[in-house]
């Protein structure tokens, strides 16, 4: 059986982190609002492979391929054996996730 894998946010970002304060990019004119994910957050995933509650919806697309290697047995070589950083593909509010297998 695989083991469990623990989803933890590690860092995120605003849009001006990304592009400065004068970056002229808005929502509707307004600021772009920051990822509703937490520093310190974390999911728990079996091998059920259904999106964890709370997960938004492009993490776990951007994700989700980490995921099948550590479920199926594979795993990094970086930064060390057992966890890895993955970040959300928004371009403009990334967050980064540090996935790590979970001892059994």
């Known amino acids: 059986m695989s083991p469990n894998v623990k989803i933890t ?12 304060p004068d970056h002229g990019i808005t929502w509707n004119g307004n600021p772009i609002p920051v990822c509703g994910h937490e520093v310190g957050e974390e999911f728990i995933m ?14 776990w697309q ?6 099948m290697v550590y ?9 060390a054996p ?6 959300c593909g ?4 990334p967050v980064v996730f540090k996935i790590e297998k979970m001892k059994e």
Do not use: I, M, S
């Not at 079996?46 to 993490?59: I, M, N, Q, W």
């Not at 479920?71 to 930064?79: C, I, K, L, S």
């Not at 057992?82 to 970040?87: E, I, K, V």
């Open 9 to 20: 946010v590690v860092r995120k970002f605003t849009t001006e982190d990304v592009f400065g």
């Open 46 to 59: 079996d091998h059920h492979l259904d999106r964890p509650e709370g997960l938004c919806g492009r993490a």
């Open 62 to 67: 951007d994700l989700y391929t980490t995921l």
């Open 71 to 79: 479920f199926n047995d594979g795993d990094y070589e970086f930064p």
């Open 82 to 87: 057992g966890y890895t950083y993955q970040p």
């Open 90 to 93: 928004d371009g403009l509010k």
